[in-house]
């Protein structure tokens, strides 16, 4: 358990999670749109597309590519760069999305910072999971994984319509072909640390006897934070936390699996001297905020949605007696 202010408790990741690059590379203009009113092609490994890429550079354009704190630092380290430094130059909130600010391309959309007019994507062999899988997306739900597409249409035939032309894949060799291990391998391991931080929230308002107190301020956080736009939730989070929670060093790099433990555990001894022993309901219920806020920017980043995170967290810690 990530913090022990008392018992233990282990609450179930609770939603399906979508790590899905046509959720993650939408339009800026959909950015808000909850993932239920999208449709999806759900597709079989053996499923045949045009999957060769046109490699035009369109789907490089008007996006938003978010990335956990492994790929920024794969990011960065493929640039030859600290951390920090690519964090600050290419990246908003806090590092969890990479900026869209290069020159105007295809449909007069703004280029990813990484994307070049004329030679492509300069950081190709650290490039980020979501943009291994465009056009597909993944999807997991519990252990299970489920490949698939936005929409009916296959996505890429409005962009490059001749992609029908090029030679078709199925969905394990185009998946092959990405070398997509090492960045599904990251995700799921922060897929955890989420539930980890939502755990540390569940235990400082349940374990330390604040929801017994009657206590309804907390949950109602909870409630806004999943509300709050991404820029809101960095800013309430604070520089030092977004440091801690998307900064795990240089180091490691090439082993995301030990990445990320080398991370939980730096965030787990941050949290337990911050919150191991918090003196009043205030204290606890201010560090039960800062934890929550923490899994749902870490979750943003994975692809979940925070509004549905934190609904349905509330209505798990209601089960239990909390109140809002
Ligand atoms: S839209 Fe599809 S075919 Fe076109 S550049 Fe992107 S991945 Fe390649
Ligand atoms: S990281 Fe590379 S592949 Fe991904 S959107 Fe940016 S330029 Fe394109």
């Not at 907390?218 to 939730?233: D, H």
């Not at 923490?294 to 979750?299: I, T």
Request: proline letters at 6%; a neutral charge; one cysteine or more.
């Amino acid at each position: 358990m990530f913090l022990r202010p008392g018992s233990r408790l282990r609450f179930e990741f609770p939603v399906p999670c979508s790590i899905f690059s046509i959720l993650l590379l939408i339009k800026r203009k959909f950015y808000c749109m909850p993932q239920k009113v999208l449709s999806y092609t759900r597709l079989h490994l053996t499923d045949r597309l045009p999957l060769t890429c046109a490699r035009e550079g369109t789907c490089c354009h008007g996006k938003a590519v978010w990335i956990n704190p492994w790929e920024l630092a794969f990011l960065a380290k493929t640039k030859g760069m600290p951390v920090r430094y690519f964090r600050d130059r290419f990246c908003e909130f806090g590092g969890i999305r990479l900026l869209f600010d290069g020159p105007a391309g295809w449909k007069g959309l703004a280029a990813c910072c990484m994307y070049q007019p004329g030679a492509g994507c300069t950081v190709h062999a650290g490039r980020p999971l979501v943009c291994r899988l465009y056009p597909l997306g993944r999807e997991r739900h519990g252990e299970s994984t489920a490949y698939l597409f936005r929409g009916e249409q296959f996505p890429c035939s409005e962009g490059c319509p001749g992609v029908v032309d090029l030679p078709d894949l199925t969905v394990a060799e185009y998946l092959d072909g990405q070398q997509v291990d090492r960045g599904e391998a990251a995700q799921d391991a922060y897929l955890d640390l989420v539930q980890e931080l939502a755990d540390g929230a569940f235990a400082l308002l349940l374990d330390t006897g604040l929801a017994a107190t009657g206590d309804r301020l907390t949950l109602r956080s909870w409630r806004r934070l999943g509300e709050m736009t991404p820029q809101e939730l960095t800013g309430h989070i604070g520089p030092e936390w977004i440091d801690r929670l998307m900064l795990s060093g240089e180091d490691g790099v090439d082993d995301p699996v030990a990445y990320v433990k080398r991370h939980h555990d730096q965030l787990q001894e941050y949290a337990q001297e911050a919150f191991g022993s918090l003196p009043d309901a205030a204290a606890l219920s201010g560090g039960s905020g800062l934890m929550m806020a923490m899994a749902l920017h870490l979750g943003r980043s994975l692809g979940a949605e925070p509004s549905d995170l934190a609904a349905t967290w509330i209505k798990t810690a209601r089960k239990h007696g909390a109140k809002e």
